[in-house]
């Protein structure tokens, strides 16, 4: 299949470097050094050089807040029987999107980010496939995720943004606020500089794409959940309850089992 790739960002490479083992793939970046970087990829000076590429599929894994912006520059120049993909981590508004585009599209999304996962070893990783996606353009991805032994999971474009307001949200909140927290005076024991060491991994990641994780329409409730829970070790630590304490610990346990 020929497939061209908008973005060759850490998520954009990573997919050319994956995908091009019997396919033909071409990616283009704004950033033309960045694009000509993958071994075995065709570099595209320009999005007009998409119409000699006659892309099979055309996969945008441009930054969160230029997806649509990307695939607009982009359609004028591929055919019409291409299937338009995307791997955004927030599908707000995306679903709308390929109801006003016309094309065929499959919508994914790889949960190991690059900041965190070790990307040649993917094994026991996750993987959304949004319910609805053309079954042509769904299997390319499916297919790549078995083969790595990664998790493949179908859920709706509502029901993968409610996940990762649970997912991404509540773990996005926990660094945050440790982040807020930390005094330069803190003398660090081990679990102190673990939690330091994810908040740094998080906060090395795009403004935009950290915005746009907890601007989820469905974050807010998660966050609520994360108050009252907080309010009540509040609770907990005031009454000085070691009874109280000791099932609430029970509980946490049997939740991370």
């Known amino acids: ?19 091009k083992g019997g396919n033909e793939i071409a990616l283009y970046d704004t950033d033309s050094a960045k694009a000509g970087a993958v071994e075995g990829a065709r570099a595209l000076a320009s999005l007009d050089e998409l119409s000699g590429f006659a892309p099979q599929m055309l996969l945008n894994a441009a930054s969160l807040q230029n997806t649509v912006a990307a695939f607009e520059s982009a359609l004028p120049n591929i055919p019409r029987d291409c299937v338009i993909a995307d791997v955004a981590s927030v599908k707000g508004g995306l679903r709308e999107y390929y109801a006003k585009a016309g094309f065929r599209f499959v919508s994914v999304h790889p949960m190991f980010g690059p900041t965190f996962a070790d990307m040649s070893a993917l094994r026991e990783e996750n993987a959304v496939i949004i319910k609805g996606s053309d079954a042509e353009g769904a299997a390319v991805f499916r297919n790549l995720f078995n083969a790595l032994g990664i998790r493949v999971f179908d859920y709706t474009f509502d029901e993968h943004d409610r996940m990762m307001a649970y997912s991404l949200t509540t773990p996005f909140a926990a660094s945050l606020v440790f982040a807020a927290c930390m005094e330069s005076a803190a003398v660090p024991g081990t679990t102190f500089a673990r939690h330091r060491n994810i908040a740094r991994g998080l906060l090395s990641e795009d403004d935009h794409l950290l915005a746009e994780i907890l601007f989820n329409q469905h974050s807010l409730a998660q966050l609520e959940k994360i108050t009252s829970k907080l309010e009540f070790l509040k609770h907990v630590i005031k009454g000085k309850d070691y009874d109280e304490a000791r099932r609430f610990f029970e509980k946490l346990r049997k939740n991370v089992a």
Do not use: H, V
Request: proline share 0%; glycine share 16%; charged share 10%.
């Open 1 to 19: 299949m020929r497939i061209a790739i908008l973005g060759a960002g850490k998520m954009g490479s990573w997919l050319a470097f994956a995908l």
